[in-house]
Structures are given as C-alpha cells and as structure tokens.
C-alpha cells in the first residue's frame, strides 16, 4: 500500500531528501499524509473502553468541582474514530452537568479531511461491531448506519499536529494508541513523557497493547495508567 501511494508521487521523497525535515514544508507534509498508516476503528480494544467508563463518572466530577471542563485527547487519531469513542463514552458516563472537549491529533491531512467530515466506519467487517449498545445511540442512525450524533460533533474537533511538539494544555484522558509502533525509541520515550505532563493530577492515559509501561504513571490494567492525584 505504501509502495502504490509513493508511487503516484514518484518525486515525492527525492525532493524531500533537498530539505531539512520540517513538518510545515508543502512536500514533507505531503510525505507524512503518503506513509501514514491510519488503520482504525470505533471502540477498538473494547475493554479499554469499558474500564475508562468505570472512571468517567470520577474524572467528570473532578473537573465540574474544579470548575473546568472535562478535556480527552485522541494522539494520533488517524481518520477520528477513537476520538468519536471518547466523545461518546464522556457523554453516556461523565455526569450530567460536565462540559466535555475532545480534541483528535494527527499529522495527516487526508485522514483529518475524513475524521472533520464525521465519515466514520473505516476498518473490515460491521464498522459498528465493538460499540456497546448503550453508545450505539452515538455512533449511528435510526438505520444503524455509523454517525457521529451532532452531540458528539459539538464537543469534538480535529487538529494536525506533530505529538513530538508540545500540546495544546492539559487533559483529563488520554488515548495515544498504535502510534508510538511507529516511532523510533528516542521519539516514543520524548512523545510519552510529553504525554504525562500534559496529564491532569488523576488523569488517564491509555496505551496501546505493543508499548512500554510508561514511567511515573499507576498502572490501571488494559493498558491504563493514572497520574497520581
Ligand atoms: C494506526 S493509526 C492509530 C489510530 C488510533 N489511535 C487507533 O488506535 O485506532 C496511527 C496514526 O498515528 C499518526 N501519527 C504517527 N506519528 C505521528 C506524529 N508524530 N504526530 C501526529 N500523528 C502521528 C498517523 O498519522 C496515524 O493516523
């Protein structure tokens, strides 16, 4: 697939070799979008998502005490998936009175062209075959086709960013699944701690099953750990 992409930008990479890298530049942006691999799914590592809902009621009382909003971050969101899983599980268990903002990053265009336009279902099969029921109010029509409900799309938006520069504040979640596979080790230690600091005291975050425990962090189980409060 990689091959095919390059393929039909066959002068792509040889220009890139004549400039530094540099994620603004029009051809190494244009790179970045080719070799992006943004396999994804709704609810993908489901038990994931279920022992984070066992903790949204918390964190969504701590952020009302606090007096802010309830901030969830998708690292790497790809085409939005994960970040519309988030929206939609803050929303069935945050309590009511919470204000909810979930932010999806990535570096690819394309992908965040899909994830803005709420086309979710990317992946093989039934789109929606890992979707608790109750969520599945969220996530897809009175047809069961799969749609980001407009209360989820109120409270979710999409930015290209590059994890290995700072982010944008802190966040109560965060899910930085099946992307730091891609980086190599000094990269992964870098976006990882970035990922800490800009945790909340309490704040979750969530890995993928390939990476490393990260350092400092209480694990959880599933691949969750918590910052200590
Ligand atoms: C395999 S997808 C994972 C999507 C989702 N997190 C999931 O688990 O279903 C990996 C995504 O990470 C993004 N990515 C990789 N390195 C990145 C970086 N340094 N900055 C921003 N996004 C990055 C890729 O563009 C791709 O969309």
């Known amino acids: ?70 901030r969830l971050l998708s690292a790497g969101c790809a085409s939005g998936e994960e970040a519309w899983s988030l929206a939609a599980l803050a929303l069935r268990h945050a309590p009511p009175s919470t204000r909810i903002e979930v932010l999806g990053l990535d570096m690819c265009r394309p992908s965040l062209d899909v994830a803005r336009a709420g086309k979710t279902g990317a992946g093989l099969g039934d789109p929606l075959a890992l979707v608790p029921g109750e969520i599945l109010p969220f996530l897809a029509d009175e047809c069961r086709r799969p749609r980001p409900h407009p209360a989820l ?49 309490g704040g979750v975050l969530g890995l993928g099953p390939t990476d490393q425990r990260p350092a400092g962090l209480v694990p959880l189980g599933e691949m969750l750990w918590r910052r200590d409060a």
């Open 1 to 70: 697939m990689l091959a095919g992409r390059l393929a039909r930008a066959p002068d792509l990479a040889a220009r890139c070799t004549r400039t530094p890298p540099d994620f603004n530049n029009p051809d190494w942006a244009a790179l970045l979008d080719a070799v992006s691999v943004a396999e994804t799914r709704l609810f993908r590592l489901p038990g994931q998502f279920a022992t984070l809902a066992e903790l949204l009621p918390g964190l969504g009382a701590t952020a009302c005490r606090q007096g802010r909003a309830l």
């Open 153 to 201: 799309r109120a409270v979710t938006r999409f930015d290209r960013a590059n994890l290995r520069d700072a982010l944008p504040g802190h966040f109560d979640v965060i899910f930085c699944r099946n992307v730091l596979i891609y980086l190599h080790e000094a990269a992964r230690r870098e976006v990882v701690a970035r990922l800490t600091e800009a945790l909340h005291p």
